[in-house]
């Protein structure tokens, strides 16, 4: 697997190869210092062993009480959280006040174009970078909507951690329960490790259902990307 770093630069700095100055423009400060791995060269994200509780949408967490004992997720429609992608630091302040993020989830749907599925789930995968780089304890959010995007749509996700999944939207059809099924099913013996148990933890958090996957085995051979 190629491996590729960026280079930290400025706010507004020329970009390497084409000296244009349209840097900030591109957002390309939420994955300084990235290692960018797989086909699409998506950032490589660090793991975390928490599991949510109490978790509320990020359009419900005004007026919340104790929110440092609430998780924030973004298993919503895309429309309510399509602004956090230009302007996500307008929100950090209001954001570090809950114990934890479970990462955007840009919504893939077998009906956009493959460019835009692989756009929305790099975006996911960009923000949950700058999350952590910003010092949130930031779940990261796997996404798929076909069997075909078992190749790349993993790339970044890392090994040894918790992964949110959610059944909403797309990932509730029958076509997507079926390639959600097979996802988890057909490499179904080789899930076993000899030295440790598997869990995986599903829970209802308001009124929607999600999937949480604390993983002790490699995130690749859990999704079967290789089918």
Not at 93 to 111: A, W
Not at 181 to 194: A, D, G, N
């Amino acid at each position: 697997m190629k491996i590729f770093t960026l280079q930290r630069q400025e706010k507004g700095a020329f970009m390497l190869k084409t000296n244009v100055r349209k840097y900030d423009n591109f957002k390309m400060y939420y994955w300084h210092g990235a290692t960018l791995v797989g086909k699409y060269k998506m950032p490589q994200l660090k793991p975390t062993q928490s599991i949510p509780h109490d978790v509320i949408g990020y359009n419900e967490r005004s007026g919340i009480k104790n929110p440092e004992k609430h998780w924030i997720d973004f298993f919503i429609d895309d429309a309510l959280f399509e602004s956090f992608w230009n302007h996500p630091e307008m929100s950090f302040n209001n954001l570090k006040r809950f114990e934890g993020i479970i990462t955007t989830d840009y919504s893939m749907y077998p009906e956009l174009l493959p460019a835009q599925n692989i756009w929305n789930c790099t975006r996911n995968r960009v923000m949950a970078y700058y999350l952590q780089n910003n010092g949130f304890d930031a779940i990261p959010v796997a996404t798929w909507c076909m069997e075909e995007d078992f190749e790349w749509c993993f790339d970044g996700l890392p090994e040894m951690s918790s992964i949110a999944i959610s059944s909403n939207g797309c990932l509730s059809s029958k076509i997507a329960d079926r390639t959600r099924k097979s996802s988890f099913s057909k490499r179904k013996i080789k899930l076993c490790h000899p030295e440790r148990k598997r869990r995986i933890f599903v829970t209802k958090v308001s009124r929607r259902q999600r999937f949480l996957a604390l993983l002790g085995m490699t995130l690749s051979n859990l999704f079967c990307r290789l089918l």
